[in-house]
């Protein structure tokens, strides 16, 4: 059992008020965070070359313990990735962004769709991506309190980014049309590398 079985609606704080509905829910697919976010695989080259000093002197025991640590920290990397993937929920609603976050800690983020000025999509191949969420204004989310849910090096003023999508340009096409329908005089777009599918109906659909 986990705080979150408690939750009157799954990723949600509460229960939803008159008026609003979910358009989808998504959860980060383990093995695309732990390559995109976690940069697994060059921490795994970096690794193998650190490696080849010892080898090239013939030290084996040395090359061994090197190629040892690197696989520890491949297996912690691969925890991390699934108990993200496990207790993360992106929920889009047709008023707010949510952002259910945290593994030991867990806390929800919400993010009304009038300050969200533009969904950017960074595929990753195979329908899989990230959505940046640019907000108006100023705000008060810390980097080091999104993290790893925020764009890579916007220190200065963070972004929320929906990590690691599956069918990521289908749901950055269905969070560009919710904003737009929201705040239909505001500044809102999806910039996408794939092109997106048709959305139809209140749920849009899901990924896990």
């Known amino acids: 059992m986990s705080e979150y079985d408690f939750e009157p609606v ?3 704080p509460g ?5 609003e509905w979910i358009v989808w829910q998504a959860a980060p697919h383990w093995q695309t965070f732990k390559r995109s976010a976690l940069f697994a695989p060059w921490l795994a080259g970096y690794f193998a070359v650190l490696a080849l000093l010892p080898l090239a002197s013939g030290n084996l025991i040395g090359a061994g313990a090197i190629l040892a640590a690197g696989a520890v920290l491949q297996a912690l990397l691969t925890l991390f990735a699934v108990l993200v993937a496990r207790t993360t929920v992106y929920t889009l609603t047709n008023r707010r ?3 259910r976050v945290g593994i030991a800690l867990g806390k929800c983020i ?8 533009s969904a950017d999509l960074r595929g990753h191949g195979r329908g899989h991506g990230d959505i940046a969420l640019t907000l108006k204004g100023q705000h008060r989310l810390g ?3 999104l993290w790893p849910h925020a764009r890579p090096w916007r220190l200065a003023q963070p972004q929320p980014m929906l990590r690691a999508l599956a069918d990521a ?3 950055a096409a269905a969070l560009a049309q919710a904003c737009a329908q929201a705040a239909p005089h505001g500044i809102v777009r999806a910039d996408t590398t794939e092109p997106a599918q048709p959305i139809s109906g209140p749920i849009a659909g899901a990924a896990a």
Request: proline fraction near 12%; hydrophobic fraction near 55%; glycine fraction near 8%.
């Open 110 to 117: 919400n993010l009304p769709l009038s300050l969200i000025a």
């Open 169 to 171: 340009p289908r749901l």
């Open 10 to 12: 799954r990723g949600l």
């Open 143 to 145: 980097y080091a309190m």
């Open 97 to 99: 962004v949510v952002l």
């Open 15 to 19: 229960d939803l008020p008159a008026g």
